[in-house]
């Protein structure tokens, strides 16, 4: 019998379980990330520690979800950047279209500076541009 500290996290299940939903049901996976120096992302676009992705594969290119991370390339304000997700940063996986999806435990606190600005937030990953403050995250709801 495994025990429950030497299995692996269910978390790239999921993601890749709910990315693959959406992407079948024909709506567009967003995750939550929550931001810290392990975290490869444009920090122009990270609001309150945070950071929301378009991880389409119309948004995305190269786009690999392994155990370990969620790695693709992505266009924002026209400039192709590389993003690295680590697991562990992902604290939800939602459809845009109609918020279902789900919510993972936040992943504990970093003490490092994570380079938030005050009017960045939810991206699209292609040519995107930093919406609104007033962007807000959508109530996840379950998925039936």
Not at 108 to 120: H, I, N, Q
Request: glycine content about 8%.
């Amino acid at each position: 019998m495994v025990s429950d500290s030497s299995s692996t996290s269910t978390r790239p299940y999921l993601v890749r379980a709910l990315h693959e939903w959406c992407t079948d049901n024909g709506f567009t996976p967003y995750v939550t990330v929550s931001v810290d120096d392990s975290v490869q992302v444009p920090r122009e676009y990270v609001n309150n520690g945070e950071i929301v992705l378009n991880v389409s594969f119309d948004a995305t290119s190269g786009m690999q979800l392994s155990n370990e991370f969620i790695q693709f390339k992505a266009r924002f304000g026209g400039v192709a950047r590389d993003i690295v997700v680590p697991m562990g940063r992902v604290m939800a996986i939602y459809a845009r279209e109609n918020g279902q999806g789900m919510a993972f435990p936040a992943p504990v606190a970093s003490t490092e500076a994570t380079g938030s600005k005050p009017d960045a937030g939810e991206t699209s990953g292609t040519d995107a541009t930093p919406p609104s403050a007033s962007a807000s995250r959508p109530q996840l709801k379950r998925i039936k």
